[in-house]
């Protein structure tokens, strides 16, 4: 009798049976006897053999990410938290089989292959959030054709309507290649501070109380969002736009301020750079260096209360993830140095 795949419960079962076949044909204890009840399963249903297929497309794509530093810096994070989701036991199986075929686990998020890619969607208890653990990058293409790319440790909440396309950073970076729509404008808010655009490409970071936007391509306009209660005169009170073109950075406060926000020049290759798991320092204070480097792990260098540690300036470009690295090349151009200081922290000193 001929199934209806279309439920997505069959789908997950054979999902679930394609990736215990992967498991078992990896096995050195694997016997011809078991090859050939797989290739009989195969020629079972036409969709047993594509889910199998697929499911080989996406052990491809892992592989070659499995170099890659979010992946690296996730691996212990991810192993832990799969204990805490309380997946049941087959999709276990299945995550587990795909982290010992690349020597990573993945969490939290449902992995849709789609020919050789590996997209990350929506977080599953909202379709309309989407998130990035630390050290984790994902690309999440909207509804309306706009691709937003999140940097480590972000989330982001999706508000469409008729007339209007509405983003929210919650906390984190994310770069917006915003599909043309003139009728339904394109905005992300980040705390009071309102970006809007109708077809560009732009990267904004929240952190702390800090709001950066850095315009790729296109024209932008930032706005301070007038907050209830709030008694603020001059600039602020008027929330007069600030318009960007490209290849300009604003710098501004996430929370509406009377002061004028920074406007400057930016190389927008180098602060996008992010997306392919690097980052660039010139001239950055060690401590700020470190900061930036621990956005994109779960070990964490802490550095110890030492005047002469500010005086030392970083420059160069530096794999996310790699924390060790980072130390190791500190301790080769400063006199520091580093040690463990208890479960994933280091102690960064002077030497």
């Known amino acids: 009798m001929k199934h209806n795949y279309s439920d997505r419960g069959m789908m997950a079962a054979i999902d679930d049976q394609a990736a215990a076949w992967d498991a078992r044909l990896r096995a050195a204890d694997c016997t011809e006897e078991e090859r050939v009840r797989f290739r009989s399963w195969c020629e079972q249903q036409s969709e047993h053999q594509q889910r199998f297929d697929t499911l080989q497309l996406t052990l491809s ?7 890659l530093p979010e992946i690296q810096s996730m691996r212990e994070a991810a192993l832990v938290e ?24 993945v969490f939290g998020f449902s992995l849709i292959p789609i020919d050789s890619e590996v997209l990350i969607v929506a977080d599953r208890s909202d379709p309309h959030v989407y998130v990035t653990a630390v050290g984790e990058r994902s690309t999440a293409n909207l509804a309306d054709g706009t691709v937003a790319t999140l940097n480590t440790n972000t989330r982001i909440r999706v508000e469409y309507s008729d007339t209007a396309r509405i983003v929210i950073l919650d906390q984190g970076q994310a770069l917006f290649e915003v599909a043309k729509n003139p009728d339904r404008p394109f905005t992300v808010v980040a705390g009071d501070q309102r970006i809007t655009a109708i077809g560009t490409i732009f990267d904004v970071r929240y952190q702390q109380d800090e709001v950066k936007v850095t315009l790729v391509e296109g024209v932008i306009e930032v706005v301070t969002e007038q907050v209830p209660g709030t008694n603020l005169t001059g600039p602020a009170a ?28 930016a190389d927008a290759e180098l602060e996008t750079i992010w997306r392919q798991g690097r980052v660039f320092f010139e001239d950055v204070p060690l401590p700020e260096a470190v900061a930036e480097m621990n956005r994109y792990s779960v070990t964490q ?5 030492d005047p002469a540690l500010v005086s030392h300036k970083v420059n160069g470009m530096f794999r996310t993830g790699q924390q060790v690295n980072f130390v190791s090349a500190l301790e080769d151009y400063f006199p520091v140095e580093i040690e463990q200081a208890g479960t994933n922290r280091l102690l960064l000193k002077s030497r």
């Open 301 to 305: 260098i802490i550095v110890a209360d």
């Open 238 to 265: 008027a929330t007069a736009p600030v318009r960007l073109t490209a290849g300009q950075q604003l710098l501004t406060t996430a929370i509406a301020s009377p002061s004028l926000p920074t406007v400057q020049a």
């Open 61 to 67: 794509a892992l592989r070659d990410a499995a170099d």
């Open 82 to 105: 799969s204990k805490k989701t309380g997946l049941r036991a087959p999709a276990l199986r299945w995550l587990t089989g795909i982290a010992a075929s690349v020597g990573v686990a």
